[in-house]
């Protein structure tokens, strides 16, 4: 995520900020311009982007879902849908009645107008299920059912398109608890986006293209039985060796897992990196040698690099920066994983394909 500045008065601002704290400003994230940025009133709720030239005729309004404190995106004022590109996902969100699934779903949104925004930045497609019933995407946001009302256990996942996230996810408590009894070392809501967003990006970018042949070398053949291997999976646990060849015990299971796993890495990757250059991190740890490649200067937008050796050669001091600055307050390491050179491969794979 990049850092975002009022260009009114210069104040920095969070991605999430709806109003500048400085000069008040109201603050709207435009698309084209992947910015966040002050507004002037042009009308009834009807906004022009602050310094604007007078004869401009751009015109942009809130999205629908601002109403509801969840969203801070912008629509052309002209637009047929009242909903900004990261809404116009949604297929089903969970019950405002419920004020507890009301700030479940404002967690919700945070996590997905994140990822939209990385999604949006490397220039992959999105287009709503709505636009496009066969090839688009979709997201469901659900709670499981009472006793009473049939007792339906919600299962995050994708389906051709459609994401449904169980919104039990956006609260911490019963999400560390499903960490615990997955055994995971790591478990986040972005987490959740990213991963499953993995699944549908596979079936755009892999599926029937001439990608799919070194796919299959890297990551292995997806044509073996995904139930099986999940059953197999659950019941005997990892191979003893997957640490050499996996991000994550779960990556191990298939390859679509694989593949969904190592691109959600890839997007932490990438976020943090850019979040890293834009605050001007350079990391050089007083007592370590050269030899321990533990130096980086973060000078470039990761989004702009080709050569995934050089994403590579920033993250590892930048993660071993974050995660000795986190047990200095008493937290675990942000990122407590180890990237073999096997991973790294399938990642440099992933960002060739995404770069093309």
């Known amino acids: 995520m990049k850092l975002f500045k009022c260009t009114h008065c210069g104040q920095l601002l969070y991605f999430e900020n709806n109003r500048c704290e400085r000069c008040h400003y109201p603050l709207g994230f435009e698309t084209k311009q992947l910015a966040l940025l002050p507004l002037v009133t042009a009308g009834e709720d009807v906004f022009q982007l602050y310094g604007s030239p007078p004869s401009s005729a751009d015109t942009y309004r809130y999205c629908k879902n601002h109403d509801d404190a969840v969203c801070n995106w912008l629509v052309p004022a002209d637009s047929p849908t009242p909903f900004c590109t990261a809404c116009a996902l949604n297929r089903i969100i969970p019950d405002l009645s419920r004020p507890e699934y009301a700030l479940r ?32 995407l979709a997201f469901d946001f659900k709670a499981d059912s009472s006793p009473d009302e049939g007792g339906e256990k919600v299962l995050t996942g994708h389906d051709n398109g459609l994401i449904t996230i169980n919104i039990a996810e956006a609260d911490d408590i019963e999400r560390e608890m499903a960490r615990k009894a997955m055994a995971e070392t790591y478990r986040t809501l972005l987490g959740h986006f990213r991963h499953e967003v993995g699944h549908y990006y596979w079936d755009r970018l892999i599926a029937n293209t001439p990608n799919l042949d070194e796919y ?57 990196l850019q ?49 000795s600055l986190n047990r200095s307050m008493g937290q675990p390491d942000s990122y ?9 491969q399938k990642m440099a794979f992933i960002h060739r394909v995404c770069r093309a």
């Open 105 to 136: 779903w404002r967690h919700l949104e945070d996590a997905k107008h994140r990822l939209v925004y990385t999604l949006l930045r490397m220039g992959l497609p999105i287009v709503s299920k709505a636009v496009d019933p066969e090839h688009g």
């Open 216 to 272: 299959r070398q890297l990551f292995g053949d997806e044509r073996q039985d995904y139930a099986e291997a999940l059953q197999t999976h659950y019941a005997h646990g990892p191979r003893p060796d997957w640490l050499q060849h996996f991000i994550s015990a779960y990556a191990s299971s298939h390859p679509w897992e694989d593949w969904a796993e190592t691109w959600a890495h890839y997007l932490h990757i990438l976020d943090t």
């Open 275 to 323: 979040t890293a250059h834009t605050f001007g991190l350079n990391v050089n740890p007083i007592d370590a040698e050269e030899t321990q490649h533990l130096q980086a200067a973060i000078t470039e937008d990761p989004y702009e690099v080709a050569d995934f050796d050089r994403i590579m050669a920033q993250w590892l001091p930048l993660t071993f920066a974050m995660n």
């Open 336 to 344: 407590p994983f180890i990237i073999s050179p096997e991973v790294a």
